[in-house]
């Protein structure tokens, strides 16, 4: 298996090129790269986002619906503690499930909803039962020889479903098994390399796979956590498989040598936070002053300080904390870089 794109330190896997369209067995050079991981996060993939779509958007409509009983009950009975609290809990709960259904479940079920409609599409093939079987008794050896490295992103179901399974890659995505994959090569998850796994020297003859290497953000100070989206490429589909892997190669191998994400512009990333940090804190201060003002003349201050606290405070801080991390993680990567050139 040949992985193209940036190959880190830390990971060890014999990789073999992708064989030709042709025939043959696999060949190609044995190599060792190393990609850098520390285990893997939950996340980069989702099955039926429209029903998630559905889940948050009712969410939100439920914090609307929250945060307007508590401003009603505050005006008509009086400020007190259940109508701050319904305040509190409906603003968080609207904020929360808006930014989380308009940043991550609605633009999934798009590309879902596109690729299943044949837009962007490179590649599309079914696996028979017969071949998935054989993948998964793989994927459970290939996962369980290190768990921390080869552990596959594609949460697979118990059932093997007796028509098998179709598979089909976009420009930047893939569906498995219903299970939709953003494969971006600067999106979370990041897509970091892809490989061939030639199969054709296993016991059973398990189908060959693609492998698409997958980097995560995390860590308190910036690092990076790779997980390895693995899917089966039938003898059948060989064609399509490869057609997929020249898809994304190419970009990967031209991204050799390009910081991790965090750093490809950092001057970029400290005005972004620098400035949403800003605004946060005025809104927070402006948010301060106003209560002072109406404590001072002992009058109730209302929800708009209560919104430009809360709301500044949760631009702020996260800005803040991203400024940081992109500082932690440029500062560390000129500490190794040091300490190569003082090894040399």
Known sequence: MEHAGRPD???????????????????????????????????????????????FAALALSGAALLWLGVWRESALGRDGMSGAMTALGFVTLVCST??????????????ARLLAGVGRIARWQTSAADWDRFRALDAERAGADPMFLANDLWIRRQTPPEGVEIIVGEKALIVDGSY???????IPELRSIGW?????????PPDCLEFLLAYPAGRYGGVRYTCLRVPVPEAARAQGLSAYRHFA??????????????RNPRRTYRITAAL???GLVAVVAGAVMIGIARGQGEHAGMIAGFLTLGGSVVAIPSALVGGMTFLLRWREGKESQRRVTKK
């Open 99 to 112: 930014l989380f259904l308009l940043l991550n479940v609605l633009p999934t079920a798009i590309g879902r």
């Open 250 to 263: 190419p970009a990967l191998e031209k991204r050799r040598g390009r910081t991790a994400i965090a750093l």
């Open 277 to 279: 940090f800003g605004l």
């Open 9 to 55: 330190r830390r990971f060890r896997s014999v990789l073999l090129s992708p064989p030709p369209v042709s025939g043959g067995a696999a060949g190609g050079t044995k190599r060792t790269a190393r990609l850098s991981t520390k285990g893997r996060v939950a996340g980069g993939f989702m099955r039926n986002p429209r029903r998630k779509a559905i889940l």
């Open 197 to 205: 796994l030639d199969n054709a020297a296993r016991p059973g003859r």
């Open 181 to 187: 994959h953003s494969l971006r090569l600067n999106g």
